[in-house]
């Protein structure tokens, strides 16, 4: 397949090149994912970030990659070149340096910060994923987040930042991007407290930004954030053509350690009845905080459900035990539930004590009318670090129609001397109260088929984990796995759909390294 030739034009403002002459050649056989941020950049508490690059080829055919790294600060605009096989995985520590090597003029010295487009030419079944750490006392800590393939980014529609906060243990940042190859757009970014009784925003300053272009807002609730609603941000663009992208990151004001904040646009959740948040977390030294955004301009009654499996008084026997909660969200409201398992065993909430010490259980969510419009529900899980900070991860619901009925995909896994990767499902039940039946497949880095997992049946609205999946499949240092539901005539096995994700902690074991966890979710 003949490579995409791409050029680097002259002209830079604070170090970004106008690429608007460049891109990949239009066709059908080419795709173009967009990377939002690469770092070598220090942070505040003596923290330094860098990315880890993770490419995977799960189609049958070798791709090209073209690459245009476009930077923000500290220079090093090219481009260039690299192929990967077919079911191929390949993990590269860090970014900045990989790229260097293939020719891109990134200095090898000084910071840098910049965006990254992969047109992938061929029968295009890549992935593109970041892992972007900084070095703690006990290892390293930090968070991942996928390239975003050209025709997912967002246009007309608004998206949301939800969670976020700015206290004396965290401070949250909101980034935005320019996806497109052509033309400037100018893009506008607005925060709210969460508190229903301000529902009035504040308009940070609207910033143009040329193709590939990046902006952060730091500290971005500095002025609006409520210290018990935090706050939440809505990102949406009013000029321009070219799709954006915006992520906010919460980070640990102590240990500098962050968690991701995926967007959560409007159409999302427009007609949604139920959203299915993974787990939720009282385990050890591991807590969960459960968060709850209404964006809309209705007051919203949710009806909350945590559900688990309990052990019974029979031999190797369990039964599902459910918690009712309900709660009202009032118009532009945010609730933020420190250690929520506490907070209902405080509140003697009817079942939380049939759960026992240790609870890892899914919650699903209704609203009392059936319509979830402009809710977001997300989780923060982590756990203290020596010096009186946390290492955490940040996840949101899934939607129902965003959910798994036959497949899903978990790429980045590791397993070495610095990380381990776990893997998690769980049956929403949401149609009948049958099992669900899966398969596991391993593919080590190399697109080789290295370990078949028995079949295995996860009950309706279970949440089940293996941990250290790798370990299932020796020698293997890097991977990923394919999920697959079972179907049979009967419909026995395989009616409810599921969720999926996968997390990667440092240390190659429970107890070595910080333990922090940066989550993967499932793709199809």
């Not at 056989?29 to 990315?51: E, Q, R, Y």
């Not at 052509?182 to 300053?205: H, K, Q, Y």
């Not at 059936?370 to 899934?398: H, K, L, W």
């Not at 929403?428 to 370990?451: A, P, W």
Request: aromatic share 8%; hydrophobic share 35%.
């Amino acid at each position: 397949m003949k490579a995409t030739v791409l050029a680097v034009l002259l002209g830079c403002v604070l170090g970004m090149a106008d690429f608007n002459q460049g891109g990949a050649q239009s066709g059908t056989d080419t795709k173009t994912i967009f990377v939002p941020v690469l770092l070598n950049w220090p942070g505040l508490n003596n923290s330094f970030f860098t990315s880890e690059l993770t490419l995977t080829n799960r189609g049958s055919e070798t791709v090209v990659l073209n690459y245009t790294y476009m930077a923000h600060r500290g220079g090093g605009n090219g481009i260039a070149t690299d192929m990967l096989g077919p079911m191929q995985q390949k993990i590269e520590t860090d970014a900045m340096d990989y790229l260097r090597g293939l020719g891109v003029p990134i200095p090898e010295t000084g910071s840098q910060i910049g965006s990254l487009r992969v047109d992938v030419s061929g029968a295009s079944e890549v992935v593109v994923m970041v892992r972007t750490t900084t070095a703690v006392p006990e290892g390293r800590a930090g968070l991942a987040y996928f390239g975003v393939p050209r025709d997912e980014g967002f246009l007309d529609e608004a998206v949301y930042l939800c969670g976020l906060r700015q206290n004396q243990q965290d401070r949250s940042n909101v980034a935005v991007q320019n996806m497109g190859s052509e033309g400037e757009i100018t893009v506008r970014a607005t925060v709210f407290s969460g508190n229903p009784a301000d529902r009035s925003g504040e308009v940070l300053d609207e910033v143009k930004l040329k193709p590939g272009g990046f902006h952060q807002y730091n500290a971005v609730l500095k002025d609006k954030g409520d210290p018990v609603h935090g706050g939440y941000v809505k990102v949406e663009r009013v000029a321009g053509e070219a799709p954006f992208y915006a992520y906010g990151v919460i980070n640990d004001q102590v240990n500098s350690d962050g968690s991701f904040v995926f967007p959560v646009s409007e159409s999302s959740l427009e007609g949604v009845r139920g959203q299915a948040l993974p787990v939720i977390v009282e385990a050890g030294q591991f807590t969960s905080e459960l968060i709850l955004t209404n964006f809309s301009d209705k007051s919203k009654v949710l009806n909350l459900t945590l559900s688990e499996y309990v052990p019974t008084d029979e031999l190797f026997q369990s039964e599902l035990v459910t918690v009712p909660y309900s709660l009202e969200l009032k118009a532009g409201q945010q609730r933020i539930i420190p250690s929520v398992i506490d907070v209902w065993r405080a509140e003697e909430i009817p079942g939380i004590d049939s759960f026992g010490e240790s609870i890892t259980a899914p919650l699903f969510a209704e609203e009392e009318d059936g319509e979830m419009s402009g809710i977001v529900i997300g989780a923060r899980t982590g756990s203290p670090d020596a010096n009186g900070g946390q290492y955490s991860v940040f996840y949101t619901a899934v939607p129902e129609r965003e959910r798994f009925t036959d497949s899903a995909w978990i790429f980045g896994l590791q397993q070495n001397a610095e990380n381990r990767g776990n893997l998690a499902i769980v049956n929403t039940g949401e149609i009948d109260d049958s099992s669900s039946e899966f398969r596991l497949e391993i593919y080590d880095g190399h697109g080789m088929l290295v370990r078949v997992f028995p079949r295995f049946l996860v009950a309706p609205r279970e949440w089940f984990q293996r941990n250290g999946i790798l370990n299932s499949a020796p020698g293997v240092t890097q991977g990923y796995v394919r999920i697959l539901k079972h179907f049979d005539e009967s419909g026995e096995y395989g009616n409810n759909p599921f969720l999926a994700y996968g997390v990667v902690n440092d240390g190659e074991r429970p107890g070595k390294g910080s333990g922090d966890g940066a989550y993967i979710p499932a793709r199809e």
